[in-house]
């Protein structure tokens, strides 16, 4: 028994969890407004594949690297990018934004009260505006998301999934 918890003391921080990056399977960029963005991707076993990092060089010319973990989501004139994480079973309730012109991810537990949902999201016409709906309803968002300083999310209607404050 003690050879075992030896070999798994050594052995279990060799293996990445599903949102560790280590080293990435490909890249693709995305062109914000501000500069290009290279998206590092990790496929995932039984769920979406998911961007783990972004590079990109800043005005002074610096490389600048933010962690994330999701499917993007770019808003190019206003130099975000959000991320949902997606899988076969559903979303996680965590939304991370990053906001790649002040160099920092935001994140928000998303008041969903539905412990498996699929959903999908996209910039709305004005430009800091996430609307997050179910992904296989037809109806109107779930969720307006407003990212300004911080992300702050109400509901587009009255509607049984959210949890109530």
């Known amino acids: 028994m003690r050879i075992f918890c030896l070999l798994a003391a050594f052995l279990l ?3 990445a969890s599903a949102k560790d990056c280590g080293e990435p399977n490909w890249t693709s960029t995305a062109a914000l407004r501000l500069t290009v963005v290279t998206l590092k991707w990790n496929g995932v076993y039984e769920g979406a594949d998911a961007v783990c990092e972004l590079t990109y060089s800043d005005k002074t010319g610096s490389i600048m690297t933010l962690q994330v973990w999701g499917q993007p989501i ?3 004139a206003e ?3 959000a991320f949902l994480s997606c899988a076969d079973d559903g979303c996680e309730k965590t939304l991370e934004v ?3 012109a002040r160099g920092i991810v935001m994140t ?3 008041p969903l ?3 498996q949902i699929y959903l999908k999201a996209k910039w709305d016409s004005h430009a800091r505006h996430l609307l997050i709906a ?3 309803a037809e109806a109107a968002p779930l969720l307006t998301c407003a990212v300004t300083q911080s992300i702050t999310c109400t ?3 009255p509607n049984q999934r959210l949890e109530r404050p």
Do not use: M, Y
Request: proline fraction near 8%.
């Open 134 to 136: 179910d992904e296989k």
């Open 155 to 157: 509901a587009t209607k």
């Open 13 to 15: 921080p060799q293996f």
């Open 108 to 110: 928000l537990q998303l």
């Open 79 to 81: 130099n975000l990018i």
């Open 74 to 76: 770019a808003n190019a």
């Open 113 to 115: 009260s539905e412990p």
């Open 98 to 100: 990053a906001d790649v």
